[in-house]
């Protein structure tokens, strides 16, 4: 089992950025997904989830309304679109797959290796 994220980078305040995560995983239909985020210094901490369908989205209260999750299970990849960063969403983020759309790290099965999101004021 392999995620891979990517579409990190430097961006300015109010600005934008598409975070891909591409799953080799079988049956990844199967496993909810989620993105979580690590800025120095600080714990990794839950930014969004989505079930295995799609339907149901899941967001940490400081990233709604600007932050959307996606995911197109025919091609095994789940998105996080930001908009309006903020210098303080400046961290590594991580996608995961699990069993259920949880906000919790331990919820998570399997984790990618992360891409760095700078947002500078």
């Known amino acids: 089992v392999q995620l891979q994220a990517s579409g990190g980078g430097l961006v300015q305040a109010g600005g934008s950025l598409r975070l891909s995560c591409d799953a080799s995983i079988r049956n990844f239909a199967n496993y909810a997904m989620g993105w979580f985020r690590q800025a120095p210094g600080k714990e990794r901490e839950f930014v969004a989830a989505i079930n295995r369908s799609g339907i149901r989205r899941n967001y940490v209260d400081i990233v709604k309304g600007r932050f959307t999750i996606s995911r197109d299970n025919a091609k095994n990849t789940v998105y996080l679109q930001m908009n309006s960063l903020k210098p303080e969403d400046t961290a590594v983020y991580y996608c995961?797959?699990?069993?259920?759309?949880?906000?919790?790290?331990?919820?998570?099965?399997?984790w990618g290796q992360g891409t760095l999101v700078t947002v500078s004021s």
């Open positions: 995961a797959a699990g069993a259920i759309e949880g906000t919790l790290s331990s919820e998570y099965l399997y």
